[in-house]
């Protein structure tokens, strides 16, 4: 009686082990969903930045805003329907109140912001993970914008005049002024709906 009891407490240990073992695998970002989470957020950087820089030399920093304002979310919106995931910019201090942050997000650029505060690389710094939610599993993907060069124009601690009424105009809720040259920005967010 006690052997049998040994072998049926043996037993579920094992089969517990093995779904433990089982929920930590399926939790683990799959490396190649990973990388084409972090190419699409590298895309969406890059074209941003390319439109942005050939907006300001043509037309300045007013008529850029505009630019950003129409042309941000449809670029984010472009790239989300060729990589079949949501590719957007998400920040603590946004402009846009559709950029607000969800509490991953929030979470994320947090801890993104501690860790450069603390002299970590932000070139290094990405977080990806399997969330589960009431619509499936998804992969989420974060990584850090930093302030460069030309982004103090309109996110600085010192914008001009004409640049903040245009902004104001158009975000009149705008929190995203005050940055300075290499600090945390913002974060570029990617989620990948995942199958199962
Ligand atoms: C010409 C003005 C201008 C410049 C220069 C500019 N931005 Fe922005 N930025 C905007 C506007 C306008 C928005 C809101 C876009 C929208 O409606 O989605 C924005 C939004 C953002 C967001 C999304 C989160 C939010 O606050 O809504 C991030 C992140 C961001 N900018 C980072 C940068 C970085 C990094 C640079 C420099 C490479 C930069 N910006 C340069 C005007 C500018």
Redesign the pocket.
């Known amino acids: 009686m006690n052997r049998q009891l040994a072998f049926i407490s043996f037993a579920a240990a094992c089969i517990l082990t093995a779904c433990a073992r089982e929920e930590a695998a399926t939790q683990t970002p799959a490396p190649a969903d990973v990388a084409a989470a972090r190419a699409a957020a590298n895309d969406l950087g890059a074209r941003l ?1 390319t439109r ?1 820089l050939d907006a ?1 030399a043509t037309g300045g ?1 007013v008529a ?2 505009e630019v ?2 129409l042309e ?2 449809k670029i984010a919106t472009v790239l989300s329907g060729e990589t079949h995931m949501s590719v957007g ?3 603590l201090r ?3 109140p ?2 607000a942050p969800d509490d991953f997000e929030r979470a994320a650029m947090e801890d993104f912001r501690s860790q450069i505060v603390g002299g970590a690389d932000p070139a290094m710094l990405e977080r990806a993970e399997i969330v589960t939610t009431p619509q499936g599993r998804q992969l989420r993907y974060m990584k850090p ?4 060069g ?2 103090t ?3 600085g601690t010192d914008v001009s005049d004409e640049v903040k009424a245009a ?1 104001l105009a158009r975000y009149p809720d705008d929190q ?1 002024t005050g940055f300075a040259l290499g600090e945390f ?2 974060a570029f967010s990617i989620t990948k709906d995942l199958e199962g």
């Open positions: 930045k942005l300001l920093p850029a805003i950003c304002n941000a979310p910019r998400t920040a946004w402009r846009n559709a950029n914008i930093m302030t460069g030309p982004c124009l309109c996110h902004i995203a920005r913002g």
